[in-house]
């Protein structure tokens, strides 16, 4: 099915956060500090207000002293990451918002913001990851993610094994580039907030913005209908949203901030820098006797991040001995965030490198290694899975890609005098799922109406969303509309984590299954209708009729819903439903799994890497839409090749500032680097997981994409790159 909001994206009818227009409206840029330690011994601001068209200077001498947030309350989390919200002097990373310019026309502010006069007592600044790494502390305890495991004797496993691994791994910085930079539209009416927010998570705004001004949560409204992609940074509620708020509030007027594509560098998160040692050892038929994962990874010093790297390492291979640690390096740079698949991903390049690594001590095959020490439970839970294909991945992928013709030695395959190299990994990502909300209503033309606060990052949520009512329904999909992005509408959680149709989904569904139940007693209670008197059962709704499917005289037990509601007064009917998970995850290990093969072409002159194919096979429980799912997962290995070949953010160690935030300098893949990308999905529908038997697609599929090129790389050319991105200085 096409995308339903397809047709308003093209023609450029979707209305993004940054192109609301409400009257009155002014416009504000921030002025970001250019030191990356220390704190404002004085901020002239004389020229900048006066400058035409100015109307405020926020800095933290004049901006409205906000209330000290209270304690969180019993399951509440604190606001993540702290706010730099002009509340004090202190400068933590170069590029904290330290002013704020609200101006009648953009260009007014811009011009203004230049204008802003800082003067900064220096502090020493911990820019060096090395030496923060030295004095590494563990991350706050979070007890799905801990910073510590083992199991079984490892000191043992090591000694006994035939073939060792014992490698260091590390990858880059990495900011996100949504095509849609961060933005927000604030309004007040009273002691009433309006936020228009390129978020996420639209109930996650308003609690933090509940929780910034002292305001109750029912007085605060966000709307954010569109995203122009988020991929985690617009998970988080950062400083310019509520700066925004705060501006609106003293300007008395609207405010717009939209953060330029430089400003995305710093203040809205990244991934972060991380070094990972993995130690793998095995018996020489190739069974896993000890893994070790023992992983440092950045944060900041105005608040914590993790990225949990080690935790694919936890679940996916089998073996009765694993140590894995994970520790933080802090520095002074902006607070690290989520970005598709945190941990994952950048854990993925350590542990399938150091795999294809140990398939080479043992001269075995990447992929007969791997079934070796395939986990028929989780290890590390000690459950069986939900469901799990990923032999049959590994099975098809192999077979698509044509792997049996791989020969094994490096440098042994060319092609039109390019290096050839074929490499592959094992892809894995939770399961995740939280409670949601939702309404469904059926108006008087017999066209339904489905809301819940969800959210659309250009993933297809309105989409499939439309797809589950009109199943449970019984209607055209062309006469089923559903709504989200509104906390007006059902709460629902963050569309992060790949959990939207997980959660939203059986919300939906429920709603959907509620109003049916309404309409079908409806008519059963009706004594004009067909179907008076029906048993519940036997109801069953069709093409926008309802109808009987069993009992003597059943063809002519029909009638239209919208007569139905003619005879009740043409009242829309409406119901609500919700969903929450259960015990399946105390009870089941809950992942999708994949498998990656890669080819890649290598000049042996110049260093240049081509991937010309790539053949991805995913299992991801039931797949509720092949276009938007192909594209999903299309997405996430373009990204996992601009990982493995690209994506690295350029810091000036001495400033703390990014020195490529631009698009013409932080390269991402463009489509003449992409070759043939070959995508399949095995139709096995998870039986645990939620009523839909769905997971979630959006992450998985960058998963081992970095380590399949990298081992294809080490294939081409015999040497084996640990450190990301795989650029040509380093193979020449």
Known sequence: ???????????????????????????????????????????????????????????????????????PGPGEQPPQPKLSLLQDDVVLYNGQLIALVVADTLEHAQDAARAVRPRYERAPAQLDFEAAAATARKPRPQPERPSETSRGNVAGGWQRASARVDAVYRTPFENHNPMEPHATVASWDGDSLTLYDATQHVSGVRKTAAHTFGIAPDKVRVICPYVGGGFGCKGTTWSHVMLAALAARQAGCPVKLALERTQMYGPVGARPQTRQQLRLAALADGTLTAIEHHTVSSTAFLDDFTEPCTALTRMLYASDSLHTTQLLATLHL????????????????????AMDELAYELHMDPVALRLKNYAERDPEKDLPWSEKSLRDCYKMGAERFGWARRTAAPRSMTA??????????????????????????????GTAVVRSGSQDLGTGTYTVMTQIAAETLGLPVARVRFELGDTALPEAPVSGGSQSVASVGPAVQAAAQALRAKLVAMASADPASPLHGAPDAEVDMDQGWLLRRSGSGAAAQREPLAALLARHGGQPVSADGGAQPGDEKKQYALHSFGAVFVEVHVDPDLGTVRVPRVVGVYDVGRLMNRKTGHSQLMGGIVWGLGMALTEQTELDWNAGRAVNANLADYHVPVNADIGTLDISVLYRPDPHVNPLGARGIGEIGIVGVAAAVANAVYHATGKRLRALPITPDKLI
């Open 1 to 71: 099915m096409d995308r339903t909001d397809g047709r308003l994206k093209v023609t450029g009818a979707a209305p993004f956060s940054a192109e609301r227009a409400l009257p009155r409206m002014a416009h504000a840029v921030i002025v970001q500090s250019t030191i990356a330690h220390g704190r404002i011994v004085a901020i002239d601001t004389a020229a900048a207000s006066r400058m035409r068209g100015v109307q405020l200077v926020l800095t933290h001498l004049n901006a409205l002293k906000l209330p000290k947030p209270k304690p």
């Open 334 to 353: 902006g607070v690290p965030t989520f970005m598709r698949a945190p941990g994952e991903s950048s854990g993925s390049f350590a542990l399938e490198s």
């Open 416 to 445: 039109g005098g390019q290096l050839v190299g074929w490499g592959m990994a094992t892809a894995t990502y939770p399961a995740n799922r939280q409670g949601a909300k939702a309404s469904a209503t059926l108006l008087a033309d």
